[in-house]
């Protein structure tokens, strides 16, 4: 879809990250890729720019950091792209503080967690998110990016 046809209603988007993905690159790169979290960034952030979007982003491998992130990022941006990693499957306070943030919400994961060990197919967040990309490597994060830019109001 071209560029112009976005609604750039918003304006300023944070990425989450979650445990471990600060070894990205090193980790297990069949599973998720030989990309580092800094070209994640980088290719997140070149999309957003190109949606006139601004993109913060923001790691942490600690459940209350990602929660108190989350807490305070309804007074300063528009949506939020969150790969809660491992807390995807265990964490109801990170549940709790996206469906307090009253922020659109768009899940992300770099590989398939539906054809992952049975534990890594259920989402306890993603009935709190607008959506989920999952599989599709470092690519999920600029349709993430994509995702948010098209919402209406």
Avoid: W
């Avoid at 609604?7 to 989450?16: A, G, Q, R």
């Avoid at 006139?52 to 807490?71: M, P």
């Avoid at 590989?111 to 993603?126: H, P, Q, T, V």
Wanted: hydrophobic share 40%; proline share 4%; aromatic share 8%.
């Amino acid at each position: 879809m071209p560029d112009f046809c976005y609604n750039y209603i918003m304006k300023k988007i944070l990425v989450i990250h979650g445990p471990n993905l600060n070894l990205l690159g090193e980790r297990e790169p069949e599973i998720y890729g030989n990309f580092t979290l800094e070209e994640i960034n980088s290719k997140a952030a070149a999309r957003a720019k190109s949606l006139g979007l601004e993109a913060d982003f923001f790691q942490s491998n600690s459940e209350g950091d990602i929660v108190d992130t989350i807490g305070a990022a309804r007074k300063k941006y528009d949506g939020i792209i969150i790969n809660p990693a491992a807390y995807t499957h265990t964490s109801v306070a990170i549940r709790d503080a996206i469906s307090a943030s009253g922020l659109p919400v768009v899940e992300v994961h770099l590989s398939n967690i539906y054809k992952r060990e049975d534990f890594r197919r259920k989402s306890l967040i993603a009935d709190v998110c607008v959506g989920q990309i999952s599989g599709f490597g470092v690519t999920g994060y600029a349709l993430a990016v994509e995702a948010l830019a098209s919402r209406p109001e």
